[in-house]
């Protein structure tokens, strides 16, 4: 396959010489005979998805040596010509609301920041606005340079409503592929920090356990022995406070974030604050003096913060490494246990 667009041509087979929205321009070399236009198009561009690619072709957005091209099944022609226009990135649904952000880097394709417990990421049933979506419209506005069609900050992966820490979100279409792949793939660097209920014996090892939902409480996932999904969890034991409580550094291998309250609970070490995981008195809360065992049962929310976050740059292909101090309603834990061990 060859490439060209109506600036300089190249015959590396990826476009050049025009914006990562496009337009793109590709000609069919010998090589192509055969293969399918979505197939084709997504091949040589590289930055859009193959399902994106098929619904701009039936959309009408593709021509072939001028004429259109709305077959996604369409053989290629070799020697044609095929020209793929996205149009122009639609405004998105949800509305820029101005939501502070604690913003640890950007630039035209991402934006990394710190989101703080209590922010849920995407609108949904019973919070359709002041989401982590409605802050990045405000903050990022005409810098979106559309995703799926749509003006809208490409969501790569997700914390849970009230875990903290560090995100990352695509502003570009090729980001956003990218991205998702390496998230897909788990090539990137990711640490959290978990205070939980006792002390992990080992201090250190691996949660090996498949996860699905539980069988009577859709709200809940659960660890279960067949017909789910592969989860490893990997901790270590960053601090211990007697018996009653402990910082782990956990690493996901597989999954995301959510596995890691569901892997603890299934050991017999729930988050602190868990709303979901932990139902019932921890016997380790009985060794702590009263202020702080009241305070523990006492935490809004699940003691979780995704602290380090690493992966290669999108575009440039930059090793990038960002760290989030752990929040102060965390740390005030922290420092009480010190105080009272348990």
């Known amino acids: ?39 084709f198009l997504a091949a040589g561009i590289g930055t859009l998805s193959r399902s994106r690619v098929k619904a701009l072709i039936e959309a009408g957005h593709v021509r072939r040596d001028g004429q259109p091209a709305t077959d996604p099944s369409e053989a290629i022609r070799p020697g044609a010509t095929y020209v793929l226009a996205p149009p122009a990135a639609a405004p998105a649904t949800p509305q820029a609301q101005d939501i502070p ?12 920041l710190d989101k703080p417990a209590g922010l849920v990421v995407h609108p949904a049933p019973g919070n359709q606005d002041g989401t ?54 788990r090539d990137l660097e990711r640490a959290y920090l978990a205070l939980a209920w006792g002390l ?3 201090a250190a090892g691996e949660v090996d356990a498949d996860i699905g939902r539980h069988p ?30 402990a910082l782990l550094r956990c690493r996901l291998a597989t999954g995301r974030t959510h596995q890691i309250r569901v892997h603890l609970s299934h050991i017999g070490h729930p988050l602190v604050g868990d709303p979901v995981y932990l139902r019932r008195l921890p ?21 979780l913060h995704a602290e380090t976050l690493g992966f290669h740059h999108p575009v440039t292909g930059a090793m990038l490494r960002f760290h989030a101090p752990l929040p102060p309603d965390m740390q005030a834990l922290l420092t009480l246990l010190d105080g009272n061990p348990g």
């Open 1 to 39: 396959m060859s490439a060209r667009t109506d600036t300089p041509q190249t015959t590396s087979g990826q476009p050049t010489g025009t914006t990562p929205e496009g337009p793109f321009t590709l000609t069919a070399g010998p090589a192509d005979a055969g293969n399918r236009l979505d197939r």
């Open 101 to 112: 952000l604690t913003v640890l880097f950007e630039d035209r394709h991402l934006i990394v």
């Open 132 to 185: 982590l979506v409605n802050a990045l419209l405000a903050h990022a506005g005409e810098e979106l340079t559309g995703i799926g069609g749509e003006r809208r900050p490409g969501i790569v992966h997700r914390l849970d409503k009230d875990t903290s820490g560090v995100m990352v979100v695509a502003k570009s279409e090729v980001a956003h592929t990218t991205l998702s792949a390496a998230f897909a793939s």
């Open 200 to 202: 992990p014996s080992p």
């Open 216 to 245: 009577t409480d859709r709200k809940r996932m659960a660890v279960v022995t067949r017909n789910g999904k592969h989860a490893l969890t990997r901790y270590s034991t960053e601090r211990a406070f007697g018996t009653s409580c």
């Open 283 to 303: 016997a380790a809360a009985r060794g702590l003096p009263e202020a702080a065992r009241d305070a523990l049962l006492a935490f809004p929310r699940q003691a």
